[in-house]
């Protein structure tokens, strides 16, 4: 048993720690969303969904090197963020213009874990939902740069979601799995009914593999909300890119990822605040 004086230091530093978590899970995230632009750029290549010589490499080798020029990036420009504004967004050898993608799945990583422990704290469901935002972010900047959904991400987070969710952390077991199951059928058949009346793909196979693993975590309840949010989102999308002068038709191919991969974290965080509420009451004053 502790005497007063240690306890008093143990309190303290346990207050010290509470403050310093959040900066923690805050600088972790940085790390991650670093990790998170090499699967981005060298993922497509590895998985053989892009032919591209300069995405070569795995995930660990080469070191990162620059786009443009293939020179390797300095250590010290590596460091995430503070790399990206020393070099102004230039590489330091060629000048080429780095892609704001890197900063913005940075800053993304840790707005994830942030994210994960001010909704959940110091708890495992925290890391796995951390978790969660990470495959989304990546899913979702692969389908923006490629157009596909690797199934080298979309199953393992089925499987993960199956995993925690057989402990129960999100979900429980029966709904998850009739979730992941009715999610991939439901885009599946739109999917295949929109090629043979239009004759080119509207939702693809990748798109059925999110929303059966946004389901697999979330539980069946999830899927309207998820499609419904993820619609929406999709539809100012293209508004924004007309607004930005970019030509769209109908045959525009709508990369409905993204769409899919926001939805399912605004599910996720609205689901993790208020459990105990339908999703249709919370999110109706969202939208109005
Ligand atoms: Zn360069």
């Given at each position: 048993m502790p005497d007063a004086f240690q306890q008093t230091i143990i309190t303290g530093f346990l207050k010290n720690m509470l403050?310093?978590?959040?900066?923690?899970?805050?600088?972790?995230?940085?790390?991650?969303?670093?990790?998170?632009?090499?699967?981005?750029?060298?993922?497509?290549?590895?998985?053989?969904?892009?032919?591209?010589?300069?995405?070569?490499?795995?995930?660990?080798?080469?070191?990162?090197?620059?786009a443009a020029c293939h020179a390797p990036i300095a250590r010290a420009h590596l460091v995430p963020l503070a790399g990206y504004v020393a070099l102004r967004g230039k590489c330091a050898l060629c000048s080429a213009p780095i892609s704001i993608r890197y900063p913005i799945v940075e800053l993304l990583g840790a707005a994830a874990a942030l994210g994960a422990y001010l909704l959940f704290g110091t708890?495992?469901?925290?890391?796995?939902?951390?978790?969660?935002?990470?495959?989304?972010?990546?899913?979702?900047?692969?389908?923006?740069?490629?157009?596909?959904?690797?199934?080298?991400?979309?199953?393992p987070l089925i499987a993960i979601g199956f995993a925690a969710n057989t402990a129960g952390?999100?979900?429980?077991?029966?709904?998850?799995?009739?979730?992941?199951?009715?999610?991939?059928?439901?885009?599946?058949?739109?999917?295949?009914?929109f090629q043979r009346l239009r004759g080119m793909e509207g939702l693809g196979q990748g798109d059925a593999k999110l929303l059966a693993a946004l389901a697999a975590w979330l539980g069946w309840q999830a899927i309207a909300p998820v499609v419904f949010v993820a619609a929406l989102t999709a539809l100012a999308g293209i508004f924004v890119m007309r607004l930005a002068g970019r030509e769209t038709s109908n045959t525009t191919p709508i990369p409905f990822g993204p769409a899919l991969a926001f939805s399912g974290a605004l599910i996720m965080t609205v689901a993790a605040i208020a459990p105990e509420s339908s999703y249709v009451a919370v999110l109706l004053p969202i939208f109005p």
């Open positions: 403050l310093i978590s959040p900066i923690l899970a805050a600088l972790l995230g940085l790390i991650i969303g670093s990790f998170l632009n090499v699967v981005i750029h060298r993922g497509p290549a590895m998985w053989k969904l892009v032919d591209d010589d300069s995405r070569r490499g795995n995930l660990a080798f080469p070191r990162s090197y620059c708890t495992v469901s925290a890391f796995l939902a951390a978790i969660f935002f990470w495959f989304l972010i990546a899913l979702a900047a692969i389908d923006l740069e490629t157009g596909f959904l690797p199934d080298a991400l979309t199953l952390f999100f979900a429980p077991l029966t709904d998850v799995v009739i979730g992941a199951a009715t999610g991939y059928l439901v885009f599946w058949v739109i999917g295949a009914l």
